[in-house]
């Protein structure tokens, strides 16, 4: 079993504390100060740190935690240039024990070019990282449309009852764009409500299944990757 405990960071960035049996990870700490408070307030200490890509509010905290806590940083090997402190560089397929868990990583590239997501098999649990937002996608800094289409592809291969983490509580701003492409969804409108109430309650929009996401994100309905383009487009201009 794996327990997700989730911490905001920076202005709008989510990091995660899991645990499974004795192992305990960090999930892209932009920052080291929330993420130390938060597992002083637990009262555990880390192991490692997984990163799902190279950008300075998923990997800004490595050097001060792995100070602190002597942590092993796991992150893809290919933008290993860039991510600070990295040890274990992982690619696409490979497989990995944490706990009781095995853990898939899927590379998705588009956001970056390394972009890697963790896939918790045995709890059904992924980490997004900035590929796949609720009811959004990460913008293309590195990668095409057609990439990232190809990535949605991966993740969308997924079982629907997978619970979805990512990397920024943007949900509500990417409502607004999927409404406006999409006005007669009738699975997005209820679902607009729901997380008009959570941020109301400052409470987080997440997890999400990946049920939900099918039915109402735009970038996951994309019949092909021109249409993705498009939508990338025009939520770009949005
Ligand atoms: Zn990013
Ligand atoms: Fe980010």
Redesign the pocket.
Known sequence: MLTVTLVPILED?YAYIIQSQDSIAIIDP?ESKAIINALEKLNITPSFILNTHH?W??VNGNKQIKEKYNVEIIGPESERKSIPELDTGLKNGDIFNFGDETVEVIETQGHTLGHICFYFKNSKILFSG?TLFSLGC?RLFEGTAEQSFNSFKKLKALPDDTKIYC??EYTLENAEFCLSVDPDNQHLIKRIKEIENLRTNNKPTLPVTLEQEKKTNIFLKAKNAEEFKKFRELKDNF
């Open positions: 960035n932009g950008h509010d998923h900035d990460g990397g920024h």
